[in-house]
Structure formats: C-alpha cells, structure tokens
C-alpha cells in the first residue's frame, strides 16, 4: 500500500509528467490553511528532490502569502485514470518573481502564458504514496482556456493592477510581496 521515499523515482516522475492538475497546500503558523488546485503545463520535476511550478494569476495569492511566513508546503497528485495511485511531496518552498533572477531561469522550462505570476521552487525532503483505490475515475476533456484569454486581454499594465488589488495580501492578512522589490 503506501510507501516513504526520499527521492522521486523515474517511475513517478513520469507519474507527475502524465497528471492534468495537482493540488498545493500551505498554511502560516497562524490563520487558515490553503490548498488550490492547479492545472494547465506548469509542473516540472528538475531533479530527484527538486521541483517547480508556474503560479498563474488568480483570484487570490494564499501560497505567496504563506510562504513567506512558514516555507513548508505539500504537493498532491492523484490518479483520476489507470492505476490508482496518490502522491504526495512534502518539503521547504521559495517563491520567485518577475524581479528575481531565478524568475527568468525557470521560466523558459514552460510555455509562454499570460499571466505567470510566480515560480515557486521546492526541496522536497519526503514523498509518499497510497494507493487511490477510493479516487473516483474522471474523464479528461480539455484544458479551460477562460484563465489565459483572459491574461491575454488585460495586458501585462492591467494584470499588475490586478495583482495591486487583489494579490497583495492573503485573507488572513498577511502580505504576499507581489510587488516589493
């Protein structure tokens, strides 16, 4: 059934590489705890205990947020079709923004997508799977395109206005750094 493993093996690697969506979750030492779900090309695994992913413009900005008060996070993958399987990924997490150098670097490991907020970069220090046998099976249809089009049309002058109004803090308060130098 479940196992512990210290790094990401090949086979879960392509694991990860087939999934459509993952899911993040961070929390602060105080205030509520946040998953969110994510999808669309923004996961790559960089090596056995290394992983990125693309933070596309949202609604909120709860894992920034966190991150700068406690750098744990959990990363879930589930098996909606084929074998069942969940993986998690536990570890520490750094957030980069268009200002940092880093930005750029792992940027050009994804398809170009309006709206790229943040990158977020993972030392994975534990992985553990389980066996899945109670996710139901989904079909996969097709990407939603609302996000992208949407980024799209508001220009990079306009998402940033965004971000100033709706990404600078979390619900609970605290600051995310969206645009701090």
């Given at each position: 059934m479940g196992k512990r493993l210290n790094h990401i093996t090949s086979e879960l690697k392509e694991f990860i590489k087939n999934q459509k969506m993952?899911?993040?979750g961070t929390a602060a030492e105080e205030g509520r705890v946040n998953i969110s779900p994510k999808g669309i090309d923004t996961f790559?695994?960089?090596g056995d205990n290394k992983v990125i992913w693309l933070n596309l413009t949202g609604?909120?900005?709860?894992?920034?947020?966190?991150?700068?008060?406690?750098?744990r996070m959990t990363i879930l993958f589930c098996a909606f079709e084929g074998k069942p399987l969940i993986l998690r990924l536990y570890?520490?997490?750094?957030?980069y923004h268009n200002r940092d150098q880093e930005?750029?670097?792992?940027?050009?490991?994804f398809p170009?997508?309006?709206?790229?907020?943040?990158i977020i970069e993972m030392e994975v220090d534990m992985?553990?799977?389980?066996?899945?046998?109670?996710?139901?099976?989904?079909?996969?249809?097709?990407?939603?395109?609302?996000?992208?089009t949407w980024a799209e049309k508001q220009g990079s002058d306009k998402i940033e206005k965004y971000w100033a109004e709706k990404n600078t803090q979390s619900i609970d308060g605290f600051e995310t750094n969206i645009l701090n130098d």
């Open positions: 993952f899911f993040v790559r695994v960089l609604s909120g900005n709860e894992t920034a947020a966190h991150l700068l008060k406690n750098d570890g520490n997490a750094k957030i930005f750029d670097t792992y940027l050009s490991l170009t997508t309006a709206g790229s907020r943040q992985i553990q799977t389980s066996c899945g046998f109670a996710v139901p099976f989904m079909d996969y249809k097709e990407e939603r395109t609302t996000l992208n």
